[in-house]
């Protein structure tokens, strides 16, 4: 706190107050009109005040302990009061005095003087022990508009103030450290001055004040034995010599905390600088007491005297002064009462209490000890560490894709498993995304690596043999293939770029030369061609064998066709139709290949023994005229003619692979134009029959085929290119599949591949997306689900959601409001973390928020849903079955935001507090167990409240409130009374625009926590909470641009509370892992 006000304001205000225009003035008062406004009279007081400045308005104030009956009528009477205004309050960063008061326009200027020979400050303890608002009285004709001052200081004041104070004394001293603006900022800067002044005369009408604020100071224990900082812009070197004795006559305010005074507002960094370190012996810490509940502030007394230890010129223009306080031998400041203690007691030494009966106990202790010690030798552990108070519980976070625009996040198992999952609201995208986690609750959404440009298609294979799979990438448009080395830990390499022929389309990978090294061939369908790529170990040489097919080649495989153990290749050729087949010869030599006729326009193929002869057969699909073809092998490496099968509309991708537990292979095909897949079954002499179609998702483009979930039946998985989703279809066990879950994917996903990619034995999912230039990773679990972001698509734009099992099936599911249409939506949950069709509920009111419990103890989930443009919530009571009864408002504030649903006043039915934020109050809702609730109590707090929780903050089982005030960067703390009334709210500053809180133990050490959301600032505040619920110590965390709601919870089950936190504009999803041990 400074004594005297800062150097912002320089003696020009007055003249620029004075031409500031009247309409400009009038609006501000009307601006803080609206935003002040108190309603009830407090234990019936009346501030009269006669300064010609203010009206002599009533100002009332709502007295939050009196009884309920009569606190509702004190609310209605209050309608009759004129309304006073709350002028705006100085906030400050840190405490800390200044001593120039010169900034002061209203201060006459002067040298601050270390040194005085000044009569004591005495005669005011014979004063009465008076009212605040009275031992103020006569203070009004001196500073302007101190009663509204006076009222706050009340307001802000606990019940029970902390060391033993009443209301008054205390508020005597939060009244001290208030700021305001001119003409006169503070009662401490005009106090302070007279006690400075050698005519004690003029310090008479401060005496009533004085006798009540040291009688407070007073009843405050003395602060321990402490090195305090205070700095001055003055080189007061030569009045501070080794052993010169001084008096500091007006109140000091000192900080612990030295980095404090680099601030350009106090000592700053330049300029002629004095600092003095001051060992004092009875300071007083007022924090407890203070309008500033975050400052570490220390408070010495007037008369403080001290001799002068040292000092020291470390620097040019910086002179340390090192002071030590000592006891004046005649009395400098008189006792405000008979017994105070101004000083701490001096204690004598234990010996001399106790110099009989030493003797006496140090013979006993001798004999007693020798057996204590050999019993501890005996039974002794090892020394156990005390366990610090971890200040860090999130040095880590993870970071994930989102949908566009991100609005609400809930936590719970959308699997009925022991996991953790995550749902996601996405606006932009009208969709909510849930994110399964895994068994230690990552949720890996994708891990996305960078391809060339247009990526057309993927292929798998540990290519260098380190016994981790890689992944091979052909890019359209740069002629150029990308190759990913995977690593042991679930990542890959950065991709390493080959240029290669003209609009590379596929490609594949063996010992085409009979050195056990993989070669790759890469087809290039503008150019005609297959280029063989000689590798070395996962190194491939630029300059290759580039070989002529067909008219624009689309697909190849290899195999040992005629089993010379030379490995040999096959392409389709879209352009004339055709599949070429070129035999090994060795040493990567090829002969002339064969050509054989197929359907219309072949684009992928397989090669497989489909008919048991030992003989590699292919199948081809054609897309141009909704078939397949299939070439029975010979042993010498040739193909029979095809045997062709109509199958969907546009077939272009196959996989084989033994659906129905025959022992033959069967095939799957992507139908494009019919959104689906089809499968074929084999009956052993590769005959195919008995087609059925699955519905997957819009234009699929590619299908693979592995064990996905651990029942031992071969599933498949499908990338659609419509909808940039991909899927997993489930084999039931018989060759029928069910479709249950889809997932995100980039922009127009073209082809996948399917392998183990982290060697956890499960198979995981690589897609390659073309208009995004990348691909995506995706591992799976082994029971059927990966751990990607599985959307479902919402009919109407939300703007936030809650999760519960709304029709009593055992799964979860979700409630959105929808404001655009005043209506909610409904989603019940299946299985696997899917949802059923949306259900519409109207509900006739714009909504952006909901909350959901249990609000008339029937065992069925109700909804709260907030009314933000009619000033009301409504409850929508739930019959159990997914639908609700007829909505019924309750009236709150103005523009409501939020609301939470506890039990305030400790008689097990649930209660209601809502945010108001154009009120800028707090709506306490007492409910009567049936779904009903009693008309509103409003409690104050900051402006523009945007958000409540509410959570046991002090451990005494009654619950407390907190708020972000988006409008003034503060938070507002409301500790509960157990009887739905609470405390007047406590402030802590924090970053700019906070819009959500949490609470909880964040760091593990039995205190409750509070973490807030601060929009504009793109950060997140930890506040840590001590024994005394305070929360002094904050953390600061950078986010990513506008973060949004977020969530506390525990994913990994290791006891510890992580972080989920949205970010609407970088459409991210931040998980911060809790560290504490």
């Given at each position: 706190m400074l004594d005297t006000i800062h150097n912002e304001r320089q003696n020009n205000i007055v003249a620029e107050e004075t031409h500031m225009h009247t309409d400009h003035l009038v609006m501000t008062q009307e601006h803080h009109a609206a935003k002040h406004k108190r309603r009830t009279v407090r234990n019936g007081r009346k501030i009269e005040n006669s300064s010609p400045n203010v009206s002599d308005a009533q100002i009332v104030h709502l007295n939050k302990e009196q009884p309920i009956d009569d606190q509702e009528k004190s609310v209605e009477d209050a309608q009759l009061v004129t309304l006073a205004?709350?002028?705006?309050?100085?906030?400050?960063?840190?405490?800390?005095?200044?001593?120039?008061?010169?900034?002061?326009?209203?201060?006459?200027?002067?040298?601050?003087?270390?040194?005085?020979?000044?009569?004591?400050?005495?005669?005011?303890?014979?004063?009465?022990?008076?009212?605040?608002?009275?031992?103020?009285?006569?203070?009004?004709?001196?500073?302007?508009?101190?009663?509204?001052?006076?009222?706050?200081?009340?307001?802000?004041?606990?019940?029970?103030?902390?060391?033993?104070?009443?209301?008054?004394?205390?508020?005597?001293?939060?009244?001290?450290?208030?700021?305001?603006?001119?003409?006169?900022?503070?009662?401490?800067?005009?106090?302070?001055?007279?006690?400075?002044?050698?005519?004690?005369?003029?310090?008479?009408?401060?005496?009533?004040?004085?006798?009540?604020?040291?009688?407070?100071?007073?009843?405050?224990?003395?602060?321990?034995?402490?090195?305090?900082?205070?700095?001055?812009?003055?080189?007061?070197?030569?009045?501070?010599?080794?052993?010169?004795?001084?008096?500091?006559?007006?109140?000091?305010?000192?900080?612990?905390?030295?980095?404090?005074?680099?601030?350009?507002?106090?000592?700053?960094?330049?300029?002629?600088?004095t600092l003095f370190s001051v060992e004092t012996i009875n300071g007083r810490s007022i924090t407890a007491h203070s309008h500033f509940v975050t400052e570490d502030e220390l408070l010495l007394l007037p008369g403080t005297h001290m001799i002068v230890v040292?000092?020291?010129?470390?620097?040019?223009?910086?002179?340390?002064?090192?002071?030590?306080?000592?006891?004046?031998?005649?009395?400098?400041?008189?006792?405000?009462?008979?017994?105070?203690?101004?000083?701490?007691?001096?204690?004598?030494?234990?010996?001399?209490?106790?110099?009989?009966?030493i003797p006496l106990c140090l013979c006993m202790l001798l004999c007693i000890g020798a057996i204590i010690i050999g019993t501890i030798i005996g039974v002794q552990k090892p020394n156990q560490i005390s366990k610090q108070r971890c200040n860090q519980p999130y040095p880590l976070h993870e970071a994930y894709n989102t949908g566009k625009a991100p609005l609400a996040i809930v936590a719970g198992s959308f699997t009925n498993s022991s996991k953790i999952d995550l749902?996601?609201?996405?606006?932009?995208?009208?969709?909510?995304?849930?994110?399964?986690?895994?068994?230690?609750?990552?949720?890996?959404?994708?891990?996305?690596?960078?391809?060339?440009?247009?990526?057309?298609?993927?292929?798998?294979?540990?290519?260098?043999?380190?016994?981790?799979?890689?992944?091979?990438?052909?890019?359209?448009?740069?002629?150029?293939?990308?190759?990913?080395?995977?690593?042991?830990?679930?990542?890959?390499?950065?991709?390493?770029?080959?240029?290669?022929?003209?609009?590379?389309?596929?490609?594949?990978?063996?010992?085409?030369t009979g050195d056990s090294k993989m070669n790759l061939l890469v087809v290039n369908y503008d150019d005609n061609t297959v280029i063989l790529?000689?590798?070395?170990?996962?190194?491939?040489?630029?300059?290759?064998?580039?070989?002529?097919?067909?008219?624009?080649?689309?697909?190849?495989?290899?195999?040992d066709f005629n089993q010379d153990g030379h490995i040999d290749w096959a392409v389709t050729n879209s352009g004339d139709n055709t599949v070429g087949v070129a035999l090994g010869l060795g040493f990567g030599?090829?002969?002339?290949?064969?050509?054989?006729?197929?359907?219309?326009?072949?684009?992928?193929?397989?090669?497989?023994?489909?008919?048991?002869?030992?003989?590699?057969?292919?199948?081809?699909?054609?897309?141009?005229?909704?078939?397949?073809?299939?070439?029975?092998?010979?042993?010498?490496?040739?193909?029979?003619?095809?045997?062709a099968y109509d199958v969907g509309i546009s077939p272009n991708s196959i996989v084989a692979a033994d659906f129905n537990n025959d022992t033959w292979l069967d095939l799957a095909l992507t139908l494009s134009n019919e959104s689906s897949v089809g499968v074929l079954f084999n009956d052993g002499n590769g005959v195919f029959q008995g087609l059925v179609k699955y519905t997957v998702g819009?234009?699929?483009?590619?299908?693979?085929?592995?064990?996905?979930?651990?029942?031992?039946?071969?599933?498949?998985?499908?990338?659609?290119?419509?909808?940039?989703?991909?899927?997993?279809?489930?084999?039931?066990?018989?060759?029928?599949?069910?479709?249950?879950?889809?997932?995100?994917?980039?922009?127009?996903?073209?082809?996948?591949?399917?392998?183990?990619?982290?060697?956890?034995?499960l198979p995981d999912v690589f897609e390659i997306n073309h208009a995004d230039n990348n691909g995506y990773l995706m591992l799976c679990n082994g029971d059927g689900t990966c751990r990607a972001r599985i959307p479902h698509r919402l009919q109407m734009e939300a703007t936030w959601m809650a999760a519960g099992d709304f029709n009593t099936d055992g799964m979860l599911d979700l409630a959105l409001t929808n404001p655009n249409n005043e209506s909610i939506t409904l989603i019940f949950g299946n299985e696997h973390a899917t949802f059923q069709s949306d259900i519409t509920y109207n509900i006739s009111f714009s909504s952006n928020f909901l909350a959901t419990h249990d609000l008339n103890n029937d065992k069925k989930l109700d909804l709260v849903v907030v009314n933000n443009k009619n000033n009301s919530v409504s409850v929508l009571l739930g019959n159990g079955d997914g639908t609700f009864q007829k909505a019924r408002a309750f009236k709150t504030g103005s523009r409501p935001t939020s609301v939470v649903v506890d039990d305030f006043n400790n008689d097990n039915k649930p209660d209601l507090a809502v945010s108001n934020l154009g009120a800028g109050n707090i709506s306490i809702l007492i409910g009567y167990g049936n779904g009903t609730f009693r008309s509103q109590r409003m409690f104050g707090c900051g402006a523009n409240p945007y958000f409540v929780i509410s959570n046991d903050l002090n451990h005494d089982n009654i619950r407390d409130l907190v708020v972000a005030n988006e409008g003034e960067n503060t938070i507002s703390i409301l500790f509960g009374s157990g009887n739905a009334t609470f405390q007047a709210q406590i402030k802590y500053s924090v970053g700019r625009k906070p819009t959500y809180v949490l609470s909880g133990d964040f760091n593990n050490d039995n205190n409750m926590d509070i973490a807030v959301v601060n929009q504009l600032s793109n950060d997140m505040f930890l506040m840590l909470g001590d024994e005394n619920a305070k929360f002094l110590e904050q953390i600061q965390y950078a986010t990513?641009?506008?973060?949004?709601?977020?969530?506390?919870?525990?994913?990994?089950?290791?006891?510890?509370?992580?972080?989920?936190?949205?970010?609407?504009?970088?459409?991210?999803?931040?998980?911060?892992?809790?560290?504490?041990?």
């Open positions: 205004v709350d002028p705006p309050i100085i906030e400050r960063d840190q405490v800390v005095e200044f001593m120039n008061e010169a900034s002061n326009p209203q201060i006459p200027t002067g040298v601050h003087e270390v040194k005085m020979d000044l009569p004591p400050i005495a005669g005011y303890a014979a004063e009465q022990l008076l009212p605040l608002p009275d031992a103020c009285a006569p203070l009004t004709h001196i500073l302007h508009n101190l009663s509204t001052y006076v009222q706050m200081a009340l307001d802000e004041t606990p019940q029970t103030p902390p060391d033993g104070l009443t209301i008054d004394e205390s508020a005597a001293v939060r009244l001290y450290t208030i700021e305001w603006d001119g003409p006169h900022r503070s009662l401490y800067s005009m106090l302070n001055y007279t006690l400075k002044s050698a005519n004690r005369d003029e310090l008479l009408p401060y005496y009533k004040y004085l006798k009540l604020f040291l009688t407070a100071l007073a009843k405050i224990p003395c602060a321990p034995l402490t090195t305090v900082w205070r700095g001055v812009t003055k080189d007061l070197s030569a009045d501070c010599l080794p052993g010169t004795s001084m008096t500091w006559w007006a109140f000091s305010s000192c900080t612990t905390s030295l980095t404090v005074l680099e601030n350009s507002m106090y000592l700053g960094t330049t300029g002629t600088r040292s000092q020291l010129t470390p620097a040019p223009d910086l002179y340390i002064i090192h002071l030590k306080q000592v006891i004046p031998e005649e009395t400098l400041l008189e006792l405000p009462f008979e017994g105070a203690q101004l000083y701490p007691k001096k204690k004598r030494s234990w010996y001399q209490k106790k110099r009989f009966i749902a996601v609201l996405n606006s932009k995208n009208q969709s909510v995304d849930i994110l399964l986690g895994s068994k230690v609750n990552t949720y890996e959404t994708e891990t996305i690596y960078a391809a060339g440009s247009a990526p057309n298609f993927v292929y798998n294979k540990d290519i260098n043999g380190d016994g981790n799979m890689d992944v091979v990438i052909t890019n359209q448009n740069d002629a150029s293939i990308s190759v990913l080395f995977g690593n042991a830990d679930e990542t890959f390499q950065s991709s390493i770029d080959y240029v290669v022929g003209n609009y590379p389309i596929s490609v594949t990978s063996d010992d085409f790529m000689f590798g070395d170990n996962g190194q491939f040489s630029t300059n290759f064998n580039a070989m002529a097919v067909g008219l624009k080649p689309t697909y190849i495989v290899s195999g030599f090829f002969g002339k290949q064969h050509i054989y006729s197929v359907g219309s326009n072949p684009v992928a193929m397989t090669c497989q023994d489909f008919n048991s002869d030992g003989q590699l057969d292919l199948i081809v699909v054609n897309y141009g005229n909704n078939s397949i073809s299939v070439l029975f092998g010979n042993t010498d490496g040739t193909f029979q003619s095809q045997m819009s234009s699929p483009s590619s299908v693979k085929a592995n064990y996905y979930s651990k029942s031992g039946h071969i599933d498949l998985v499908v990338v659609n290119s419509g909808e940039n989703t991909w899927c997993i279809l489930s084999n039931l066990g018989n060759g029928t599949f069910q479709s249950n879950i889809f997932y995100v994917t980039g922009m127009n996903p073209v082809s996948l591949v399917s392998a183990d990619f982290n060697n956890d034995g990513d641009n506008t973060p949004g709601p977020a969530v506390a919870y525990d994913p990994n089950q290791d006891g510890k509370l992580d972080i989920a936190l949205l970010s609407e504009v970088s459409n991210k999803l931040d998980v911060l892992i809790n560290q504490c041990e």
